[in-house]
């Protein structure tokens, strides 16, 4: 089944521990991105990436970081969250970046940090 | 800046209702629209993809339409059930294409 598959699906932290949510996507899509959903914010893009080495910031990228280093895998990596980083958080993949083709989505990371 | 609006904010229908929910973007010039459907707390599922040069789609009892020159899209729900109960979203692609851009979306409730 093609999917996106985000771990893990919840996560309780505390302050400054630094921690790693993957996203791993079977579709050999070369676009791959992730977002954050809050109430009364909606949807914003943390960060995306184009393809293997190549990535990039969206809207609200402070305190996150993204690597690519497979066609298949982008992580997201706090390294000292704090409680405005609570979230929760979407990773996305399409079949190239552009706009010309439809974005699938994992099932979501529940972050809360305290 | 692409803006998108969807209407009403929120629904409450009896079961058996045929509904109609708005998407509408200020910028013409997108490529596609999207339909998701989110439940509470969980994931994004892509209900339907219109292509610019697509008028409508068809999946089961979703449709949706397109009219690029007008700025809106519209997904009709026939016959709703209270699985349909969800909040619906619909996206365009933002400026320089890498990123989608989200309405607020439209919170779905159909009761028995």
């Known amino acids: 089944e093609a999917q996106v598959t985000q771990n893990p699906r919840y996560l309780i932290t505390v302050t400054g521990k630094k921690l790693t949510v993957t996203c791993s996507q079977n579709m050999n899509h070369e676009y791959m991105s992730w977002y954050r959903q809050d109430p009364g914010l909606g949807l914003r893009q943390i960060y995306y990436?184009?393809?293997?080495?190549?990535?990039d910031k969206g809207d609200v990228p402070e305190g996150y970081k993204v690597s690519r280093k497979e066609k298949r895998n982008f992580p997201l990596i706090l390294e000292s969250p704090s409680p405005n980083q609570t979230s929760l958080y979407f990773c996305?993949?399409?079949?190239?970046?552009?706009?010309?083709?439809?974005?699938?989505f994992g099932s979501g990371t529940r972050l809360t940090v305290v | 800046k692409q803006e998108v609006t969807q209407i009403p904010a929120a629904l409450s229908v009896p079961e058996g209702e045929n509904l109609v929910l708005n998407c509408s973007f200020t910028d013409s010039a997108i490529y596609n629209l999207q339909w998701f459907r989110q439940d509470p707390g969980k994931g994004l599922t892509s209900l339907l993809l219109?292509?610019?040069?697509?008028r409508e789609q068809t999946s089961g009892r979703l449709n949706a339409s397109l009219d690029k020159s007008s700025g809106r899209s519209t997904l009709y729900i026939a016959a709703s059930q209270p699985g349909d109960s969800a909040t619906y979203l619909c996206a365009v692609p933002g400026r320089g294409y890498n990123k989608l851009i989200f309405g607020a979306g439209t919170r779905l409730a159909v009761h028995p």
């Open positions: 219109i292509q610019s040069s697509q």
């Open positions: 996305a993949s399409s079949l190239s970046g552009g706009g010309n083709y439809g974005y699938t």
């Open positions: 990436s184009m393809n293997v080495e190549v990535t």
